[in-house]
């Protein structure tokens, strides 16, 4: 069964510095690899996504490296701040190509003050 | 991007009985997904919703368990059947746009299963 592998489980940041949450995907479809935010009693957010035929992205404090040759992918977030305390999900499109995302298993950030 | 509505946003439900979950989406998309996420969990894909046809079930999910209807490219249902204290779950609705945009999800339904 297609996985993804999500790491860490947890993190634990100080105000201002940078956060690195990692996934590793199996076969997939080239389709685009996605972050979302989530908090408690909330529905996960889009955060940033990046198509494969780039090797990074960057959107404000956040920026998504994309390594194809070695199936994996990072989200970083620089400057981090309390208001970022969140679970993080990456994803990677079903090798199917129908659309179906595949979730890692969730990171929980904490950023102290 | 796509705003999703969910209703109800939560639900606390005796065991046997059943609780249809409704997803309306503001704005015509190709792809209707179905999520649960159990507490403190990832999110796993219960089914693909298909306008006019059956749903297309992940392994594990059955459709007598999730019966799920699509009449149309902005609405569908998740029905939870017999539902036992396992089925306690955040259920979510999940849409994606043709040529594969990103995919967005509602709030989500806390069911709460006693």
């Known amino acids: 069964q297609q996985q993804v592998k999500q790491s860490p489980q947890s993190l634990i940041v100080q105000k201002g510095g940078i956060s690195i949450i990692n996934c590793a995907y199996e076969?997939?479809?080239?389709?685009?690899f996605p972050w979302y935010q989530q908090f408690p009693g909330k529905g996960p957010a889009l955060l940033i996504a990046?198509?494969?035929?780039?090797s990074e992205k960057k959107e404000g404090r956040f920026t998504i490296s994309f390594n194809k040759s070695a199936k994996q992918f990072s989200l970083h977030i620089m400057d981090s701040q309390p208001g970022d305390s969140a679970t993080y999900f990456c994803?990677?499109?079903?090798?199917?190509?129908?659309?179906?995302?595949?979730f890692g298993q969730g990171t929980t950030l904490q950023v102290k003050p | 991007s796509a705003v999703i509505s969910q209703k109800p946003s939560r639900d606390i439900c005796q065991r046997g009985t059943s609780l249809t979950i409704q997803c309306q989406v503001d704005?015509?998309?190709?792809?209707m997904f179905w999520y649960r996420q159990q507490p403190g969990q990832s999110l796993t894909l219960i089914a693909t919703?298909?306008?006019?046809?059956?749903?297309?079930?992940e392994s594990g999910f059955v459709i007598d368990k999730f019966p799920i209807s699509r009449p149309n490219l902005t609405f569908s249902t998740l029905t939870v059947s017999n539902m036992s204290p396992e089925d306690s779950s955040i259920y979510l609705c999940?849409?994606?746009?043709?040529?594969?945009?990103?995919?967005?999800f509602g709030q989500g339904t806390r069911l709460t299963v006693v």
């Open positions: 999940s849409v994606r746009g043709q040529g594969y945009t990103e995919a967005f």
């Open positions: 076969n997939t479809a080239f389709d685009y």
């Open positions: 990046i198509r494969p035929d780039v």
């Open positions: 994803a990677a499109p079903d090798i199917s190509n129908t659309g179906k995302l595949i």
């Open positions: 704005s015509q998309v190709t792809m």
């Open positions: 919703a298909n306008q006019g046809s059956e749903a297309t079930y």
